[in-house]
């Protein structure tokens, strides 16, 4: 049985990672981020909790990170402020959690002897699409303060392959969605304001397209990593279809019943050169490599986003703007 440390364990992704792994036979030490409420984020909800040994702690302390990596296995790497707008406000602290953290979570490995670390990355490192599908030689554009610090934090973490033979793969996800998922994303929050009896949607710009790709899948996919010894590599995890941000509010609409006016929130409009207009994923590599690919369907998954928004309506501050 390996034992598998899970950093990021109380986020969307990682609770369901964590879940996911447990079933599958792992023995699973989860990190929470510390907070003097002991809190485990959606961990708490987690059925599986019990089995699951849960760690307070933050990765920008190097002590820490070296003592919870003692007698573990495999990493996966998912600790990360992941706000975009929250980034132009407070940069600094993207690069305290995502670089400086990412190094702490990388040196503890190495001097532990961790046989394998799966880093997480995400898409927006690719910034506007230069083509679709996009694969993984596809340009690094730091179109904000969070992509430049994820695209910090990867180059450090195969700094640490190169310079030190750390076992490490890298892991793209474009956009992960689903159950557990904040409203700071724009799925929950297009359902949430709806379901919450809102006279008007308010959201910002409605052309860029996105590779939605529902979280079970994306969990699927990084579960897959614990087979491939393709070291130093870099994979892209993504259904490989994009839609607008338009079109998803129309089959929002569709799957919920209702018809509503879209209000342009310019609060909620980024920067012109830092919006990212479009992402499509080629996951080709992935596929090459191991048997993975997605599963759900955008409207099976947004139905089951539904679902879980419609029981947990009292955790989303909707009439909010979700930075």
């Not at 598998?4 to 792992?26: N, P, R, T, V």
């Amino acid at each position: 049985m390996k034992h598998i440390l899970i950093s990021g364990a109380d986020g969307f992704i990682g609770s369901h990672l964590c879940e996911m792994l447990l079933q599958k036979g792992y023995k699973i030490r989860a990190l929470s981020y510390y907070n003097s409420f002991n809190f485990w984020g959606n961990l708490e909800q987690s059925p599986f909790l019990k089995d699951i040994e849960v760690i307070s702690a933050d990765i920008r302390d190097s002590f820490l990170c070296e003592k919870i990596t003692r007698g573990i296995d495999v990493i996966f790497h998912l600790a990360a402020l992941i706000a975009i707008p929250y980034s132009y406000q407070a940069p600094q602290s993207y690069v305290d959690t995502n670089i400086k953290g990412t190094l702490n979570m990388l040196q503890a490995a190495l001097k532990n002897g961790v046989s394998k670390f799966i880093h997480t990355s995400t898409s927006e490192v690719y910034g506007s699409a230069c083509y679709v599908p996009i694969d993984e030689k596809h340009p690094l554009q730091p179109q904000s303060p969070y992509s430049a610090s994820k695209i910090a934090a990867d180059m450090m973490a195969l700094s640490y392959y190169h310079s030190f033979e750390l076992p490490l793969i890298i892991a793209r996800p474009f956009n992960t969605y689903g159950p557990r998922q904040s409203a700071r994303a724009i799925i929950p929050t297009i359902i949430t304001q709806i379901l919450s009896g809102a006279k008007e949607l308010k959201l910002g710009d409605l052309s860029p397209t996105r590779d939605f790709n529902f979280v079970l899948d994306t969990c699927e996919a990084l579960c897959a990593f614990l087979e491939l010894e393709e070291y130093g590599e870099v994979f892209n995890i993504g259904s490989g279809n994009e839609i607008s941000i338009l079109e998803l509010v129309s089959l929002l609409q569709k799957l919920l019943g209702t018809t509503i006016t879209i209000t342009q929130d310019k609060a909620r409009i980024r920067p012109k050169n830092s919006e990212v207009l479009r992402l499509c994923c080629d996951s080709s590599k992935l596929q090459k490599y191991s048997l993975w690919q997605s599963k759900f369907s955008l409207e099976e998954g947004l139905q089951r986003s539904i679902e879980y928004c419609k029981e947990n309506l009292h955790r989303y501050k909707s009439e909010l703007y979700n930075v």
